[in-house]
Structures are given as structure tokens and as C-alpha cells.
């Protein structure tokens, strides 16, 4: 039988991100302090492979992992013969011989998917350079428990047209918001891939103009203006500074709205210190939400969904 993996947020049914976000939602208000611990992963492993630096993924799919009573191994690449030429597909199938379910974080979206191909297990991409799932699981979870349902809602994006932006596009098809997308043309996201998305449903604007993105949104997201991967830092300060997320652009969003940022931030880059700790930023419960979001794809990919 062919495992589930969660390797984007596009492939995923409706139905399926719909029950993810339900059960995030359902771990998340069964946890005070101390988080209760459940048993439903005993006796399962999760492997953690690592080919870039991480903080929030490790950290919350480790602590997940363990309150749902199963247990991690976190390795990088050049940690293992991977780093001296094994290939993906040799090291997929030796896994799945070890261990129940496989996060990754590698930038070669491609070589992630190759890897699920040869996988006997569930593949969870923990960030490639095409796209990051898991953390727009736990931002949409934010959304709707700052906001409500996310239908009829407008997430507005502005700076880089990078994975993040890219894996809410893949949202948009499923979930009923409108998104709209403020890049500098040069980091715009592939036209082919917003026709795309706007074929398979989703309500998408795309331009170059913060201002007008975030007019009225609910939802103001922002980013790093160089990713992991990007080396032309000083290129990318000059094309984004108008875009940075400041007082008076959060003041043309709608009253009440959000600010987003998957973090880690460069304050007073892309984002004012004023923004990330002013009273409209969730960006501590959306790192929060990593864990419960992390929570819920386990059990999604293992088929524990409310269990
Ligand atoms: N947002 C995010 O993926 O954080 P890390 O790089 O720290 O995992």
C-alpha cells in the first residue's frame, strides 16, 4: 500500500487539511500545563533528517512525537552516508526498515518527493524550497483561531514570493480565502504556477504594491527577505525594502487584523519591532501552533485521526 505522505499542501483534498486543522484545534484545547500525553504513537518512530538549520520544526515535531507517546531520532545529512554519496532512494528504503514515518528538511523539492517514491513509509516535508507545509497548517490554525473560519477571509502577502508564499497559493485552492500577493516583479512567484492555482479554485491576486494587498486584509503575512538557499542578500534588501511591515501599512488592514511571520525574523527588515510585539502580531502562537499542527499531520499520515 502506497503510505501517505504530506509532502505539499496542493495534493492534499480538501477534506484531509480540513480534518488536520480540526484536529490541531482539538489537541491544542485538551492542553494546559503540563500538556497531557497520550499513547496513541506508542511503539512508533519518527526519523528527523535535517540538511538545514531548524528551531521551531525540530523542536515541535520532536516534543510532538513524544506527547503523542512515540519516539525521534534527528540526524543531518552530512551526518549520515548520505554525506558521502548514498543515495536518497537507498537511504529511503533503510529507513522505512527502521523507523514508522520520516520528516525532512532538504531544499531540492524534488529529491524530497524521490525519496517518498522509494519510501515504505509516511514522507512529511519539513521545508524544501518549493514549499512548507507544515508551517501553513499551523498559520491557518492560527488564522482561524484568532479570526474564525477561514472562508471569506483575505490573507494578504508581502516581500518575497518564496516557499512560504508559494504553500499558501497551494492553500488557497482548498480552503475558501482570497490571498493576495505583493512581490517586487524580479521574486514574484512563476505566473504558471498561479495559473495554476487559480484553475484548481483559488482566489488569488497577484501584484507589486503593498499597499494595496494589505488594504482591508485580515491577515497580513511576512517573511525573511533571503531564505534559506538565497545568497543575494544585499540584491534582496534593495527590491524588498519597500515592503517591509511596518505601522503604517498594518494601519491599512482591516481593524482587528492579524500579522504572521513563519520566523525566524530579522527585525527591522522585513518587520518592526513595533509590528512583531504590537498587539495585532500572533506570530508566539503561531510558533506554538507548529506543535499541535505537528501533532495532527502525525497522526494524519500514521491514520491516528482522532484517536
Ligand atoms: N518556521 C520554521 O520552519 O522555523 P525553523 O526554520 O526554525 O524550523
Redesign the pocket.
Known sequence: MTPKHFLDLASQTPADLRAILDEAHRLKAGGGRPRPRSAVLAGCTLAMLFER??????FSFDVAMKELGGDTIVASGAEMQLGRGETLADTAQVLSRYVDVVMIRMLDHDGLVGFAEHAAVPVING?TRRC?PC?IIADLMTVEERLGPLAGRTIAWVGDGNNVAATFLDAARHLGFSLRIATPSALALPADAVAEARAAGADVSVGEDAHQAVAGADVVVADAWASMGDEDEDRRRTLLAPFQVNDALMARAAPGAIFLH???AHRNEEVTDSVMDGPQSAVFDEAENRLHAQKAILKHVLGKLGE
Do not use: V
Not at 538549520?53 to 525540530?58: A, F, L
Open positions: 538549520p531548524s528551531t521551531r520544526t525540530r521545508l512548507h508551517q513563519c520566523l525566524p
